[in-house]
């Protein structure tokens, strides 16, 4: 069964305080990762997707990586405005590919 | 385009009532999903659609929960009859392709009493 598990829940940060998010993946044979940033009492927003080990996509303040089994969003120089629940998903090959499976995502705080 | 358009964005109903929850989504999408949020349980697939197809419902809790898919235009995820137990947020969202990025809508957020 495929599985997407994400650390830490919940982080802290001061304003300008750089940190890692990450999403561990036990799938077979991954299709994309996909990040998104769900903001309170709002659906998820896309941010990024990564389709092979290696690659790394950027955004502002925001960099996502991927290896093999894990996948790390790094936030540089956070502003308050950064605070959200950011979600990982991954995505199969095979019968159910259009299918996602989510990780119960990391909220993050960051305080001025 | 607007983006994914969901209805109502908040319903509150008392248990045993029927509930039907509705979904428009972006115009030229193939794929649409139903999900539900929970603190529990995090965000849930319900069931998807490609083509206005059911492709995988496994993800639905029981029989008193059906979706539809009429038109490429509109959806309805339907609980008959409704519990408690089913107060959630419910998100459609929709992508252009398989395996591609998912749009997602503001959601419904459901009240079971």
């Known amino acids: 069964e495929d599985q997407v598990t994400q650390s830490p829940e919940a982080l802290r940060l001061q304003e300008g305080e750089s940190s890692s998010l990450n999403c561990s993946y036990t799938?077979?044979?991954?299709?994309?990762l996909f990040w998104y940033r769900q903001d309170p009492g709002k659906g998820p927003e896309f941010l990024f997707t990564?389709?092979?080990a290696g690659e790394e996509k950027e955004k502002e303040r925001l960099k996502a990586t991927l290896t093999k089994k894990e996948s790390f969003l790094h936030i540089t120089a956070p502003k308050p405005e950064d605070s959200a629940t950011y979600l990982c998903a991954v995505q199969v090959s095979g019968t159910n590919a259009g299918k996602s499976t989510f990780g119960d995502g990391t909220t993050l705080t960051v305080k001025p | 385009d607007a983006g994914v358009i969901q209805s109502p964005r908040h319903e509150v109903t008392e248990m045993g009532q029927e509930v039907t929850l509705r979904c428009k989504p972006i115009?030229?999408?193939?794929?649409l999903f139903w999900y539900r949020q929970t603190m529990m349980r995090g965000l849930e697939l319900l069931i998807y659609f490609n083509n206005n197809v059911p492709i995988d419902d496994s993800g639905m809790p029981e029989d008193r929960f059906s979706a539809k898919m009429p038109n490429a235009s509109f959806s309805t995820l339907k609980i008959q009859p409704s519990e408690p137990r089913d107060s959630a947020v419910y998100f459609c969202a929709s992508s252009l392709r398989e395996a591609d990025t998912q749009y997602f809508g503001p959601g419904t957020r459901l009240t079971v009493l």
């Open positions: 799938v077979s044979g991954l299709r994309g």
């Open positions: 115009s030229g999408h193939d794929y």
């Open positions: 990564l389709y092979s």
